[in-house]
């Protein structure tokens, strides 16, 4: 279980408040001292969910 703000990719420190407060973010899996704990199968996909995914396209 990895915090979604600490993992490379399309959800920065910065960028992670303002989505989790917009209501942007899936529910945390595990919330543990008040910070939410997302697994990593439950990030890939969300962010293949995410409207604004760009795939890369097979050619």
Same mark, same amino acid.
């Given at each position: 279980? #990895?915090?979604? *703000? #600490?993992? $490379?990719?399309?959800? *920065? /420190? &910065? !960028? %992670?408040? *303002?989505? /989790? !407060? ?5 529910? $945390?899996?595990? &919330?543990?001292?008040? !910070?939410?704990?997302?697994y990593a199968d #439950? &990030? /890939?996909a969300w962010v %293949? %969910? +995410? *409207?604004?995914? +760009? #795939?890369? /396209?097979?050619?």
């Amino acid at each position: 279980m #990895t915090a979604l *703000s #600490t993992r $490379p990719g399309p959800c *920065s /420190r &910065v !960028k %992670a408040p *303002s989505y /989790r !407060k917009h209501g942007l973010l899936p529910p $945390p899996d595990h &919330v543990e001292g008040g !910070k939410p704990y997302w697994y990593a199968d #439950t &990030v /890939r996909a969300w962010v %293949a %969910a +995410r *409207s604004g995914n +760009r #795939t890369r /396209r097979a050619d």
